[in-house]
């Protein structure tokens, strides 16, 4: 069984910053690439941000320059720092991580349950 579980998320005025958290736990026996997408009310939901198991990152036009993911594998975690929040990234904020399981050789994808973040004066 594997778990992912965000934190961090919550109201902000606008130019502010939050930082997500996102901890993977279970019976894990490698991680791959971790992401953050989000989703909108009435929306699809849309990657914002990856990161390699080396750390290598790629990040969605919307976000270039204000977010930063970034990960600890040590503690199995993954973050992303947003700051000069905008009205438009108010959202419901996912990570998704690619892990093999020590009872599989099969490499599947992960969801935490979400967390919602929300920008507003």
């Known amino acids: 069984q594997v778990q992912l579980v965000e934190s961090g998320g919550g109201l902000v005025q606008p130019g502010g910053s939050l930082r997500l958290s996102c901890a993977a736990s279970?019976?894990?026996?490698?991680?791959?690439?971790m992401r953050w997408y989000r989703q909108a009310p009435g929306e699809q939901r849309d990657l914002v941000a990856t990161i390699t198991r080396g750390g290598s990152t790629n990040y969605a036009d919307s976000v270039k320059g204000r977010f930063t993911i970034s990960r600890d594998n040590a503690k199995i975690t993954v973050y992303l720092q947003m700051n000069s929040l905008k009205p438009e990234d108010t959202a419901v904020y996912y990570c998704n991580a690619e892990i093999r399981t020590r009872s599989s050789a099969t490499i599947r994808d992960y969801w935490g349950q979400g967390t919602q973040v929300t920008v507003s004066s």
């Open positions: 279970g019976n894990i026996f490698s991680i791959y690439d």
